[in-house]
C-alpha cells in the first residue's frame, strides 16, 4: 500500500497562500488518483479537492473554486495542493488521500473510496 506524507501546513494570515505536499511512497504512484480532505475541530471531515492519476481532471469544492489549486508531479511521486486568498474558514488539519484506480480515469469525492490516508498537516489562518 502506499505511505503519504504531508508537509507544508504553517500559520498565515487571511489574504495570505502556503501550498501544501504530499509525499508518496511504496506503489506506483501513477497508479493513484490523489485529493486532498480537510477537517477543522467539531466538524465532518470535508472534501476539498481531487486529480485523477494523469493530472488530465481536477474537482474543488465550491468553496474553494477559483483560490485553490491541485496538482501533481507523477516523476516526484508527490501531490501538491497550492492555497490562496485563504479565510479564517480555511483553518483546519488538511489530509491527502490516495486512490487506487489502476488507470480508470475521472476521480472521487467519496471519502470512502480512498484506500491510503497520510497524518495530516494543520492549516491556522488568523483574521
Known amino acids: 500500500q502506499v505511505q503519504l506524507v504531508e508537509s507544508g501546513g504553517g500559520l498565515v494570515q487571511a489574504g495570505g497562500s502556503l501550498r501544501l505536499s504530499c509525499a508518496a511512497s511504496g506503489r506506483t504512484f501513477s497508479s493513484y488518483a490523489m485529493a486532498w480532505f480537510r477537517q477543522a475541530p467539531g466538524k465532518e471531515r470535508e472534501f476539498v479537492a481531487a486529480?485523477?492519476?494523469?493530472?488530465?481532471?481536477?474537482h474543488y469544492v465550491e468553496s474553494v473554486k477559483g483560490r485553490f489549486t491541485i496538482s501533481r508531479d507523477n516523476a516526484k511521486n508527490t501531490v501538491y495542493l497550492q492555497m490562496n486568498s485563504l479565510k479564517s474558514e480555511d483553518t483546519a488539519v488538511y489530509y491527502c488521500?490516495?486512490?487506487?484506480?489502476?488507470?480508470?480515469?475521472?476521480?472521487?469525492?467519496?471519502?470512502?473510496?480512498?484506500?491510503?490516508w497520510g497524518q495530516g498537516t494543520q492549516v491556522t489562518v488568523s483574521s
Open positions: 486529480i485523477s492519476w494523469s493530472g488530465g481532471a481536477t
Open positions: 488521500a490516495a486512490e487506487e484506480v489502476l488507470g480508470r480515469p475521472g476521480v472521487t469525492w467519496d471519502p470512502d473510496e480512498y484506500d491510503a
